[in-house]
């Protein structure tokens, strides 16, 4: 269910107790304080700790360490948000979350720039294999091996994100050429940072240097491989401090041994920590850090603040930012009381039909009304994992679908014989049509749907202490109530919906 609060925004979530599993700033456990919001900070759990606790909890934060599976999700049975404190989701399933109807959130802005710096200051080491002359000086060497300059080489950029544009603008100042791709940016929004888009397949022959911006994917994995290593320029030096997995570490050994690729820097590795006899990060032309791209003060200061308030913001009906698999959510957080509404046409139109297959749906936004309906319409029936994150999946799973027709007039659905209208005003929605019969029934509280008739009639003196509204129409009648039931077992009862 979504609330409405009296400033016209859309609660989504309860959020009455988050788990914070991970180590994290202060700052993330600062921010909730005095929101009504209880904290629980664990960091270290075993898998077996996490999934005996999980259950209590609304919301769980993690950083890397924590691995948020299927089977956790799965016992996270009040679990309604999941925050990555930083960008990469890789140790989230986001396929569960988003089955269950579980929010996936991450900062993208808190760690940018100093991803962004750790990746310039790569690039800079190998240029003079820094690394290696610092070892050699320790052990009493005093190699003066030349280097190369920056200056008048083209640097890839792989991700043309916030990280990878504040690489070209930083690796620009350096007076390096700066190309890129990315699949969701144009080539006009990319020159406007003056980098040339090029195609991965054109990028390879004619950089210099690499950096890889992207995130782990079914698609991006061992994107960098052993044939698109023969198509880059001999000597070519490559960055990765995205994802360990993009690159595949055997081909990239493969080739610094024989020289195509000249050095790399790695700050993340398929398996973290890596073994230390690895022969990869034993090579001498291999730099490597520990997976340091975000691990600035400043970074996890800001990460840790951005993600409490982030949870808040969507709480509050404020703000999706950070949401990786909610766009209907956007459209419902503009116009709550319309999706409030046509949420709860639909657990009205299940208890006048419950074996629909098809939603007839008549309103003006196609974005999340059709879906609010549905999602209503299953809420209705039980199904509560039904909402608007989860619901293109649950009603597939269901056989439930819409048809879908433009319309100025008040918002319609239809299935079968039944037909319901209805219009808001303010915070208040109203039923304003039941088939044939126009009313304007406010719809709050919860409400019963019954048969009009005899038996109705001689029933309702009784009631009169737990109903607080009699409506008729036509051949059913809708009795509003504070209660979550109305007990009797004299009244042909249709269905009980909580409406708010």
Same mark, same amino acid.
């Given at each position: 269910?979504?609330?409405?609060?009296?400033?016209?925004?859309?609660?989504?979530?309860?959020?009455?107790?988050?788990?914070?599993?991970?180590?994290?700033?202060?700052?993330?456990?600062?921010?909730?304080?005095?929101?009504?919001?209880?904290?629980?900070?664990?960091?270290?759990?075993?898998?077996?700790?996490?999934?005996?606790?999980?259950?209590?909890?609304?919301?769980?934060?993690?950083?890397?360490?924590?691995?948020?599976?299927?089977?956790?999700?799965?016992?996270?049975?009040?679990?309604?948000?999941?925050?990555?404190?930083?960008?990469?989701?890789?140790?989230?399933?986001?396929?569960?979350?988003?089955?269950?109807?579980?929010?996936?959130?991450?900062?993208?802005?808190?760690?940018?720039?100093?991803?962004?710096?750790?990746?310039?200051?790569?690039?800079?080491?190998?240029?003079?294999?820094?690394?290696?002359?610092?070892?050699?000086?320790?052990?009493?060497?005093?190699?003066?091996?030349?280097?190369?300059?920056?200056?008048?080489?083209?640097?890839?950029?792989?991700?043309?994100?916030?990280?990878?544009?504040?690489?070209?603008?930083?690796?620009?100042?350096?007076?390096?050429?700066?190309?890129?791709?990315?699949?969701?940016?144009?080539?006009?929004?990319?020159?406007?940072?003056?980098?040339?888009?090029?195609?991965?397949?054109?990028?390879?022959?004619?950089?210099?240097?690499?950096?890889?911006?992207?995130?782990?994917?079914?698609?991006?994995?061992?994107?960098?491989?052993?044939?698109?290593?023969?198509?880059?320029?001999?000597?070519?030096?490559?960055?990765?401090?995205?994802?360990?997995?993009?690159?595949?570490?055997?081909?990239?050994?493969?080739?610094?041994?024989?020289?195509?690729?000249?050095?790399?820097?790695?700050?993340?590795?398929?398996?973290?920590?890596?073994?230390?006899?690895?022969?990869?990060?034993?090579?001498?032309?291999?730099?490597?850090?520990?997976?340091?791209?975000?691990?600035?003060?400043?970074?996890?200061?800001?990460?840790?603040?951005?993600?409490?308030?982030?949870?808040?913001?969507?709480?509050?009906?404020?703000?999706?930012?950070?949401?990786? +698999?909610? #766009? =209907?959510?956007?459209?419902?957080?503009?116009?709550?009381?319309?999706?409030? $509404?046509?949420? !709860? @046409?639909?657990? /009205?139109?299940?208890?006048?039909?419950?074996?629909?297959?098809?939603?007839?749906?008549?309103?003006?936004?196609?974005?999340?009304?059709?879906?609010?309906?549905?999602?209503?319409?299953?809420?209705?029936?039980?199904?509560?994992?039904?909402?608007?994150?989860?619901?293109?999946?649950?009603?597939?799973?269901?056989?439930?679908?819409?048809?879908?027709?433009?319309?100025?007039?008040?918002?319609?659905?239809?299935?079968?014989?039944?037909?319901?209208?209805?219009?808001?005003?303010?915070?208040?929605?109203?039923?304003?049509?039941?088939?044939?019969?126009?009313? +304007?029934? #406010? =719809?709050?509280?919860?409400?019963?749907?019954?048969?009009?008739?005899?038996? $109705?009639?001689? !029933? @309702?003196?009784? /009631?009169?202490?737990?109903?607080?509204?009699?409506?008729?129409?036509?051949?059913?009648?809708?009795?509003?109530?504070?209660?979550?039931?109305?007990?009797?077992?004299?009244?042909?009862?249709?269905?009980?919906?909580?409406?708010?």
């Amino acid at each position: 269910h979504y609330y409405i609060t009296n400033n016209l925004r859309m609660s989504l979530l309860k959020l009455r107790k988050v788990l914070v599993s991970d180590k994290i700033a202060n700052d993330c456990l600062e921010a909730f304080k005095g929101k009504g919001v209880e904290v629980t900070y664990k960091p270290g759990l075993s898998k077996t700790e996490l999934l005996d606790i999980i259950p209590e909890y609304n919301g769980i934060i993690v950083r890397s360490a924590t691995k948020v599976t299927a089977d956790v999700i799965k016992a996270a049975v009040n679990l309604e948000i999941i925050g990555r404190a930083g960008t990469g989701t890789d140790n989230i399933d986001h396929a569960a979350a988003s089955d269950a109807g579980v929010v996936v959130m991450n900062t993208p802005g808190g760690n940018t720039n100093s991803a962004a710096e750790h990746t310039c200051a790569l690039i800079m080491a190998m240029c003079r294999n820094l690394a290696n002359r610092h070892t050699e000086l320790m052990n009493g060497e005093w190699n003066r091996i030349n280097g190369i300059e920056l200056s008048g080489k083209t640097v890839g950029i792989i991700g043309l994100g916030r990280i990878g544009m504040i690489v070209a603008h930083r690796m620009q100042a350096f007076g390096m050429k700066t190309v890129g791709y990315d699949p969701f940016v144009t080539a006009a929004a990319a020159a406007e940072k003056g980098v040339e888009f090029l195609q991965l397949e054109d990028m390879w022959p004619v950089c210099d240097f690499l950096t890889i911006h992207v995130p782990l994917l079914p698609s991006t994995k061992h994107m960098m491989n052993s044939a698109v290593f023969d198509k880059c320029k001999k000597g070519v030096r490559i960055v990765n401090c995205a994802r360990g997995g993009i690159i595949d570490e055997e081909a990239l050994l493969e080739n610094l041994n024989s020289g195509k690729v000249a050095c790399a820097a790695l700050d993340v590795f398929e398996k973290e920590p890596p073994s230390a006899d690895s022969p990869l990060l034993q090579h001498s032309n291999l730099i490597a850090t520990p997976h340091l791209g975000a691990s600035t003060a400043e970074a996890q200061t800001r990460v840790a603040k951005e993600i409490a308030e982030q949870f808040l913001a969507l709480r509050d009906g404020e703000s999706t930012f950070g949401c990786l +698999n909610a #766009p =209907l959510l956007r459209g419902a957080l503009s116009q709550p009381v319309k999706a409030k $509404l046509a949420q !709860q @046409l639909g657990m /009205l139109l299940y208890t006048l039909n419950p074996k629909a297959d098809v939603l007839t749906v008549q309103g003006d936004d196609e974005s999340f009304v059709p879906y609010a309906v549905m999602a209503g319409y299953l809420n209705a029936k039980g199904i509560s994992a039904a909402n608007l994150i989860s619901i293109k999946k649950v009603a597939d799973v269901n056989g439930l679908s819409f048809q879908y027709t433009a319309t100025s007039e008040d918002l319609t659905v239809e299935c079968g014989d039944v037909k319901l209208s209805g219009r808001f005003d303010g915070v208040t929605s109203f039923l304003t049509k039941v088939n044939s019969v126009s009313t +304007n029934i #406010p =719809l709050t509280g919860s409400v019963t749907v019954v048969r009009s008739g005899t038996a $109705l009639y001689n !029933q @309702l003196p009784s /009631l009169s202490g737990h109903v607080t509204g009699v409506h008729f129409a036509g051949d059913v009648t809708i009795l509003s109530h504070s209660g979550k039931t109305l007990e009797s077992d004299k009244l042909e009862t249709l269905g009980t919906v909580a409406l708010c």
